[in-house]
């Protein structure tokens, strides 16, 4: 429990910085929200209750808003998000065969995320490193020139990542 | 004493492969030979060809090593920095590059080497460095414009410039602007439209990534030609890099009194703003930008009224590509009639392109309006990959057109490419080759608009899932005639009734991939595919109906037309 109303207040405050980086207007919303997504992931209903208290909008307002967005997320999303890029110059590159490694690889249909919480699979458009494609981002990293064996190794790269602090 | 500096590109793909270790090393060595007080080493934009990444540029000498690994890059800072002696076997190859900077001729036999206007000084300076950027003529063009120009006379130099929106749809620049001049509501606005989300495009991020300077001053003179005291650059949330970059030169620029209130003590303000989107291909479209910055879903707005006179929080507003922007210094500096001397006729200035696809070099590419698709791939692109034969290209982006081999030769300008209803579009340049099928491509294509499509009106929504659904079936060679006219017949719905550019431009590879390559389309039905790269089962006894010569015109259809109350205008303009 206690860890819990850590995280809340935690969040004010980052919401405090926010509020004074972009104002407390409208005009804010969008880059408070993504800021805020990226801090912790995906954006709970209380996350957006307090955005839209602060920024004085309709809780209604600040969903849509919100759900419209790639970059946030009303949804939970696993420890770390892929977004590969599925537009046609990371197709012509052979885009396709890592699309199906990655569904493999991960044992998740693109859209979803794993039982386990820690990867959620998504398509994005452009992320405009198209000379280097197939690209994809794992977090905030991209990666370019992916073949099957880049995309596996990378992910087990992760997964090693992961142990390594886990321990 | 600082006698040397060393410049690494430091754009993503160069990191990619490796610049920071390069960067490193470069450093350690040259701690280890005591000449960290001599030589400078910062990174600095991409240079023309990206085979040669990561690269490294020495100055004074000018000599360009490309791709440097860490190892070469120790070795360049032994034998070149500290004994003296050029690398030649770590030297880019000079028949590309001259001498002195990274830069092609000019003229090269009879055709057009890369040409720089926009990108003049991309890698060659260091995008953190505002004195670099003045050295090399930066904000002379606003100091020019402040002490000897009015604003009309901007605003009529720019206009003389005959100078064309690069977004993709080439509206007069000039023209735009005299719209928001004439509208007495005040404040005005200047915005810059930097969500670049068109697949394929990223030149925008590499002007912004390498010279963030010059669509800053492109702003200022933006704002001094129309009477605006602030600016927005809108950038997409993706590109965390150029908004750094972007954010410390405005700080600069401050410091410098070349930005902020009563710039070079003169009576002009001009503030620029970053709002970073957060992940929408629509909000790329002008009124869906305003929407967006105004904190609300990225939804397209009603037109008219058009931005220029009811735009950023209902007032006039300016909104203009970054490439444009940074196209303004150089006119206002060198004049109008230098900027005609390059390109062609109607549509002067160079074009930035990105090359994709299968092509032994990809990369970005500026050239002279009016070079065309075959000088870029040979000149720049280095052939086809392994060979191969061009089949098509996509010019432009999603919302592009797919261009047969016929049409290699057009020279690429907003008016040629039109006659011959492809588009220019945002310069992304997607080169296939045999092995490439188009329906696979138009399905590729059309998955993006119904993934991007905001849902806001019904011909675009509902259109693009049902060609989508149509292209799969021929895919999986389940399609039958009546398929491919029904694809059609939403095609043509979708186009004309859609609410903005993104709806129209979604069927645009479906009806120019079926005005050029109807026979692979008629194939599929069979359930064959020419290229081999679809789930297809040949079905037996089929047989595919004679095609007829049926092509349907494919109009360019740029989303940002604005009405003129006399075409003449716009006559005048070119």
């Known amino acids: ?167 | 004493m600082i006698r040397s500096r060393v410049l690494i590109s430091g754009d993503l793909m160069s990191l990619h492969r490796g610049a920071e270790e390069t960067k490193l090393a470069i450093e350690a060595e040259l701690s280890y030979y005591g000449l960290t007080d001599e030589v400078e080493v910062s990174y600095t934009g991409q240079i023309d060809r990206s085979d040669l990444l990561p690269a490294v540029v020495v100055y004074p000498e000018g000599v360009v090593y490309g791709p440097v690994t860490p190892e070469d890059g120790a070795f360049i800072v032994e034998e070149h920095l500290y004994k003296g002696r050029v690398v030649e076997r770590l030297k880019a190859p000079v028949d590309i590059l001259t001498s002195q900077t990274a830069r092609v001729i000019e003229q090269k036999g009879t055709t057009y080497a890369q040409k720089r206007v926009v990108l003049r000084r991309a890698g060659d300076i260091d995008p953190d460095s505002i004195e670099d950027y003045i050295i090399n003529d930066g904000y002379f063009a606003l100091g020019k414009a402040l002490s000897e120009m009015t604003p009309a006379e901007v605003l009529q130099e720019v206009k003389a410039s005959k100078l064309q929106g690069r977004g993709g749809a080439g509206f007069p620049t000039g023209l735009k602007w005299s719209f928001v001049v004439s509208q007495p509501e005040e404040p005005k606005y200047v915005v810059c439209n930097a969500d670049e989300s068109e697949p394929g495009t990223f030149k925008d991020r590499l002007i912004l990534e390498g010279d963030p300077h010059a669509v800053l001053e492109g702003m200022a003179l933006a704002g001094y030609a129309v009477g605006a005291s602030e600016g927005w650059i809108y950038i997409r949330g993706e590109y965390k890099m150029a908004k750094e970059k972007l954010q410390r030169a405005i700080r600069q620029a401050e410091e410098m009194n070349l930005l902020g209130d009563n710039i070079m003590e003169t009576d002009f303000s001009f503030h620029i703003h970053v709002h970073a989107g957060a992940g929408a291909y629509i909000c790329g479209e002008e009124t869906a930008l305003l929407e967006s910055m105004e904190g609300n879903r990225g939804v397209p707005r009603i037109r008219p009224p058009y931005p220029t006179v009811s735009g950023f929080r209902g007032q006039p507003t300016v909104v203009n590509n970054v490439e444009t922007l940074a196209n303004v210094p150089p006119i206002i500096l060198n004049g109008a009639s230098w900027f005609r001397s390059i390109g062609t006729e109607n549509s002067p200035g160079t074009k930035v392109y990105t090359m994709l696809g299968d092509v032994n070099v990809t990369g970005l590419v500026e050239t002279p309006m009016g070079t065309t698709l075959r000088e870029i791939i040979e000149i720049y692109g280095g052939g086809m990959k392994d060979g191969k034969t061009f089949k098509c290209a996509q010019t432009g982006g999603s919302a592009g057109t797919i261009i047969p081999a016929d049409l290699l030769d057009v020279p690429m300008d907003f008016a040629s490419m039109g006659s011959h209803n492809a588009g220019l579009g945002s310069g992304a340049l997607l080169v296939c080759d045999e092995n490439t099928c188009v329906v696979d491509l138009a399905y590729v294509l059309v998955r993006f608009f119904k993934t991007e499509s905001c849902g806001k009106c019904t011909p675009c929504r509902v259109g693009t899932a049902q060609m989508l659904e149509a292209l799969d079936r021929l895919r999986k060679g389940y399609a039958k005639q009546s398929d491919l006219e029904r694809l059609e017949e939403i095609a043509e719905y979708a186009r004309e009734a859609s609410f903005c550019g993104l709806g129209q431009a979604a069927p645009v590879p479906i009806l120019s991939g079926l005005c050029h390559f109807r026979e692979e389309f008629e194939a599929h039905i069979c359930g064959e595919c020419p290229a081999g790269v679809c789930p297809t089962a040949p079905k037996p006894a089929c047989e595919t109906p004679v095609a007829e010569e049926k092509c349907a015109p494919v109009p360019w259809r740029p989303d940002t037309e604005y009405p003129l109350d006399d075409p003449s205008q716009i006559e005048e303009a070119r």
């Not at chain 1, 709970?44 to 909008?57: N, S, Y």
């Not at chain 1, 494609?133 to 370019?144: F, H, K, L, R, T």
Request: charged share 30%; with cysteine; glycine share 8%.
């Open chain 1, 1 to 167: 429990m206690q860890t819990q109303e850590v995280a809340m207040e935690e969040g004010i405050a980052l919401l405090d910085q926010l509020v004074e980086e972009y104002g407390d207007t409208q005009e804010a919303l969008v880059e408070i929200l993504r800021d805020l997504n990226d801090d912790k992931g995906h954006l709970t209903r209380e996350d957006l209750a307090q955005v839209a208290e602060r920024l004085r909008l309709p809780e209604s307002k600040v969903y849509a808003v919100a759900s419209f967005y790639t970059l946030i997320s009303v949804k939970p999303t696993g420890k770390h998000v892929v977004r590969f890029c599925e537009d046609a110059p990371c197709h012509v590159a052979g885009g396709a065969e890592i699309w199906e490694v990655l569904e493999q690889e991960l044992g998740v249909p693109f859209g979803e995320t794993t039982f386990d919480d820690q990867w959620t699979l998504m398509p994005t458009s452009c992320l405009g490193t198209c000379a280097v494609g197939p690209v994809m981002m794992v977090d905030d990293d991209i990666y370019g020139n992916l073949t099957p064996d880049k995309v596996r190794e990378i992910i087990a790269r992760y997964r090693e990542q992961d142990k390594g602090g886990a321990a």
